[in-house]
């Protein structure tokens, strides 16, 4: 079973920094595109950034310059480093990977559980 878990949530002030992490386990065969997104009480969940498996970043505009996405593929996890925060980035964060299970010969979508993450002075 494949599973994928975020930590590194918590409460920040502003201008603060975290680093959210998200690592996959289980019996996975290969992992493509990796994802973070996040949702604010009351709003849509939406896309923050990506990396593919060759490194090929993307970041929406509203944290370009400010966050930083990277990857471990000998430890199948992913990071989020994000500085200067502000409190219109407190969310709870979700990570998601585009990955082949051993027991599939398809690609599939995998989300994590959610970590929150609070700007707040």
């Known amino acids: 079973q494949v599973q994928l878990v975020e930590s590194g949530g918590g409460l920040v002030q502003p201008g603060g920094s975290l680093r959210l992490s998200c690592a996959a386990s289980?019996?996975?065969?290969?992992?493509?595109?990796m994802a973070w997104y996040r949702q604010a009480p009351g709003k849509q969940r939406e896309w923050v950034a990506r990396?593919?498996?060759?490194?090929?970043?993307n970041y929406a505009d509203s944290v370009k310059g400010r966050f930083s996405i990277s990857r471990d593929n000998a430890r199948n996890t992913v990071y989020l480093q994000m500085n200067s925060l502000k409190p219109e980035d407190t969310a709870v964060y979700y990570c998601?990977?585009?990955?082949?299970?051993?027991?599939?010969?398809?690609?599939?979508?995998?989300w994590g559980q959610g970590t929150q993450v609070t700007v707040s002075s």
């Open positions: 289980g019996s996975i065969f290969s992992i493509g595109t």
């Open positions: 990396i593919t498996s060759g490194g090929t970043t």
């Open positions: 998601s990977a585009n990955l082949r299970p051993m027991s599939s010969t398809y690609y599939q979508n995998y």
